[in-house]
């Protein structure tokens, strides 16, 4: 497809669970970016990726939460432990590449995981 | 400490008439401001941005007015359509990432 795909689009995971969520990025985007949106709210940034390298991952909320892209395409986020805390819909958005000054890239999102923790 | 705001939860305007979005920020070195629509079970998609450069942006029905000096921005819909009716996101680019106000939800009525 040519849009960012997540997968699954639902996830029911009971406490203590650790849960696996997938993005695909639009093909030949080099940065890959994960964020968390809690109910009312904004998304808020966990992470990010440029090809392999994770760049940035000031958001992620505790050691329980990790996130890689070894090839430089398909990310995984994984929590493990799951909390009830944790329960919200986590998006994923790719871009063609880092902003370079002056300018700016496009992040398009994907539909999201929505996590529900029991 | 949120570093985007909008403090409009939500907004109900007739068809044909003229919506205003309004965003505020805190954090000076936010440089790019970016406007977002979601639909329900969807993720957002890109609206319009404006750079700090500049104090104004317009595409077709919608235009963004930046005032940097009050660290305000405002998204205008012109003439709103009910097709508009969706929840609308501010964000700042800072200076990769993206940081989100929580929304307002826009209703157009016909």
């Known amino acids: 497809g040519a849009g960012v795909s997540q997968s699954p689009r639902y996830k029911v995971a009971k406490r203590g669970q650790d849960v696996a969520l997938r993005c695909d990025p639009i093909s030949g985007h080099v940065s890959l970016f994960w964020y968390q949106q809690a109910l009312g709210q904004g998304p808020e940034f966990l992470t990010y990726?440029?090809?392999?390298?994770?760049?940035?991952k000031s958001g992620l909320p505790s050691d329980r939460f990790f996130a890689e892209r070894p090839e430089g395409s398909v990310s995984t986020l994984k929590i493990q432990r799951t909390q009830q805390e944790d329960s919200a819909v986590y998006l994923c958005?790719?871009?063609?590449?880092?902003?370079?000054?002056?300018?700016?890239?496009?992040?398009?999102f994907g539909p999201g995981t929505r996590l529900t923790v029991l | 400490d949120q570093q985007v705001k909008q403090n409009s939860p939500s907004l109900s305007v007739q068809e044909g008439r003229i919506s205003i979005l309004n965003c505020d920020y805190t954090n000076s070195m936010f440089d790019y401001f970016l406007w977002y629509k979601k639909y329900p079970a969807e993720g957002p998609t890109f609206l319009i941005s404006?750079?700090?450069?500049?104090d104004k942006n317009e595409d077709g029905r919608f235009t963004v007015f930046l005032n940097k000096s009050a660290k305000h921005l405002s998204l205008h819909i012109v003439p709103s359509q009910p097709g508009d009716s969706a929840v609308y996101f501010c964000a700042a680019s800072a200076p990769d990432k993206l940081v989100f106000g929580a929304g307002t939800i826009l209703r157009v009525k016909s």
């Open positions: 404006i750079s700090s450069i500049k």
């Open positions: 990726f440029q090809n392999e390298a994770q760049l940035d």
């Open positions: 958005a790719s871009s063609l590449a880092l902003r370079l000054a002056g300018g700016r890239y496009e992040q398009f």
